[in-house]
């Protein structure tokens, strides 16, 4: 009987590390989980035990909703006091979002949640799924020096780097390095031995309440880019939809918007139905103030919320939460302005 000193539960969606190549077509497709283990032998000689969860249909994480996420959510819920850990292998083009949304959804989070994959699949000679699998082992199943998680947070390994999943966005079609996390530190960097950047890591307070899932999320957001060029038209009609209770505007540099009239009259309107406008910089590094410019200042003035320097990942996840618990739009812009779990620098 082997003996093992931890546990981990890997969750395997989908995505580019589980592929392989149909020979008839050169396609990528899914293949049997069990498979992935032998391809991985490594990974039995962790003292931790290995136990494998496989979604049923798997999936290109393209074809994420949010009903994935709860089952995600609910799996960890379900399955939380049999592991010390969780790696959950995820494609990497919405792993982003799905890392912030759980992030969100597993308030009270004490044990680690990674999320990883790869760029090219786990089957391939110069695949970088093993690394990434591996360490991701290694990390959900590491003990801090007071016997507690090292890393009791939602967070995407990548490519020898530990980052807070509500600060990654996906910056690389093709390279190893796939994710950033522009404005937060990694948690971890992994060398010779993985270093844990213990002063960037959450930790539960002493005597926090224990995992509470939200499972109720509400989708009513659309995101509007800005560009050059952009028309009344296209503004009026992503602002003012009724299917829509916020938007997220994804504004130029540190929050800046047109001052055209034309556009101002429609956030002022947006605003005065109610909804919830939330500026978050189309820029990778910074954030939004909107006391810089004058335009930012208009904004600010009819009722545009302030992303600070959070991912639109994150913020269209923040969002998807806060609003699933109150129709209260009022209640949800106080709920913006607050770091839940890390997303934001300001507090
Ligand atoms: N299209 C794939 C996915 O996101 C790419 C990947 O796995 O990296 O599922």
Redo the contacts with the bound molecule.
């Keep these: 009987m082997e003996e093992y000193r931890s546990s981990v539960l890997l969750i395997y969606t989908?995505?580019?590390?589980g592929m392989k190549e149909d020979p008839r077509d050169q396609s990528l497709k899914p293949f049997d989980f069990g498979q992935i283990l032998q391809e991985v032998p490594e990974l039995r000689k962790f003292a931790c035990r290995i136990d494998v969860h496989t979604f049923t249909p798997l999936?290109?994480?393209?074809d994420v909703e949010p009903a994935m996420w709860k089952r995600l959510a609910a799996l960890i819920r379900d399955r939380y006091d049999e592991y010390d850990g969780f790696v959950v292998l995820?494609?990497?083009?919405?792993?982003a979002f799905s890392a912030s949304a759980l992030s969100f959804m597993l308030e009270g989070l004490g044990k680690p949640v990674i999320f990883t994959?790869?760029?090219l699949p786990i089957g391939r000679p110069r695949t970088d799924g093993k690394e990434n699998l591996v360490s991701s082992v290694e990390i959900a199943s590491a003990r801090g020096e007071d016997g507690g998680a090292a890393v009791p947070e939602v967070c995407i390994y990548f490519n020898s780097k530990l980052l807070r999943g509500n600060r990654c966005t996906k910056v690389n079609s093709e390279g190893f390095t796939?994710f950033d996390s522009a404005n937060y530190p990694p948690l971890a960097e992994a060398g010779i031995s993985i270093r844990y950047n213990t002063a960037a890591i959450r930790y539960p307070a002493p005597g926090s309440r224990s995992l509470k899932v939200r499972t109720s999320l509400d989708t009513r957001v659309s995101i509007l880019k800005l560009h050059p060029g952009i028309t009344p038209r296209v503004v009026g009609n992503i602002l003012l939809g009724e299917e829509t209770r916020a938007v997220i505007i994804e504004t130029y540099g540190a929050g800046n918007a047109p001052s055209k009239e034309w556009f101002l009259d429609i956030v002022k309107e947006a605003c005065g139905r109610g909804k919830i406008l939330l500026n978050v910089t189309q820029c990778l590094h910074g954030g939004v103030d909107m006391d810089i410019y004058a335009t930012g200042k208009k904004l600010k003035e009819a009722g545009v919320v302030s992303g600070y320097d959070s991912t639109t990942e994150s913020a269209l996840a923040k969002l998807f939460c806060l609003m699933g618990e109150t129709e209260d739009n009022e209640a949800v812009k106080r709920g913006l302005r607050v770091s839940l779990c890390g997303e934001i620098s300001q507090i």
């Design positions: 989908g995505g580019t590390i999936i290109d994480s393209s995820h494609g990497t083009d919405t792993m994959g790869s760029q796939a």
